[in-house]
């Protein structure tokens, strides 16, 4: 096939946040696939690409379903691969966007899967991770040290949750939203409750941040909250 | 202080994975300090930000010891704070570099807790991780769905590594080298060998990649090799 397909990661959000070598790849590209969940969503990726692409770039906003099964593919997945098959095998210089890192919890990985046994030149990019940029932005050290940082999805499930917390010093919890009183009864029983910040839209206009949350009786959180915490270093796994 | 200290997150290496936010950063400060462990050793992140710096910036290469003890603070912490105490008092733009990420695992972290007692302005501007270069240089996702992500210190320990392998989906294990053959080993009793790979020096011209660790009879890693490694699907934690 005589394009190549780049997989860019552009960071988490603010547009300044993606490095020099996705810039220089977006540049020049014929074609950027802006991957959706829903069809009215709005894409940030498209939005933090766009300064960057030549005007003559060819935009697309495909749809894939949020549910990837690997045995029941739907067609949603099969015309975005085909989409991508047929651009390359015109020739066509293709980037795929991800918000945040590419290998971590993205769409591109399923499409990234999908087009493995098709012999496709691929280039993955790596971005800034949503987590970095909160630990930055929140003046929060991540990990230091011997310490073992886990990120674990608060979706995991109660008795994987709570294994996790016991042998990390340091968590990164995301998609924390509706079950946010259980992680934090979790989060207190482990001793990773004094610590812990709660960070949500991190560096966009309505970026939003609780301290001890262990003390609010009413947390709501915006859809996909991120929590960090770490352990008293009394508490610290030995 | 009239100043304003910068801690920047570099990349894992290859100069091109710096963000836009850094490097407009590095465009206007007045001082860059590049940490260093040893007197001898060449300063990546210096190379990496070199050809952003306008040509007055001054470049101070301040030596760290790589031990950090907050009760025994040495003389050589004690001067790198108070050189840039002073810098920041005279309203000087300072940056101070790290490879990587600044909150994961860097000398900066204990810079900033030097100074944070002393009321100074800082911005903290987030790296890509060197693992997430090796996830997408290896084409290697590192977590999808529920997946728990570890990142893991090699040099934690035995029991502690144990306890952490049991319950991650998959983990990213640093700064592997002289403890090579314990860590495979544990790798294999917690499913994780088969699909490991190990790589060092991801990106620079002597980059090194292994698969099939688990059935190398001599590892030698080259100093501080990282291992990417995840359980196959039907021994993931539930």
Redesign the interface.
Known sequence: MKGTLY?I?V?PG????????A??ILKKIDVVIAPRTQKNEKSTALNIAMPHLRQNTEILELVFPMVYDENQLNEAWLDGKNTILNLLEQGKQVAFLTLG??????TY??I??LL?PHRVD?Q??????SF??A???L???????????????A???Q??LA??L???DSVVLMKVYRNINEVVDQLKSHHLSEQAVMISKCGHPDETIHYQIDRSADLKPVYLSTILAKKSLSKQ??
């Open positions: 997989g990661g960071g603010d547009p300044e946040l993606i490095t020099l070598k810039v220089n890192d590419p290998m971590l919890y993205s990985i399923y990234f899967r493995a691929i993955t990019i790596p971005g800034i991770t970095c940029a630990g930055s932005r003046g929060y050290p991540l990990a230091e040290g011997n310490d073992i940082v886990s990120i674990i999805p979706t995991c499930g008795d994987k294994r996790a016991d042998y990390s796994v030995e």
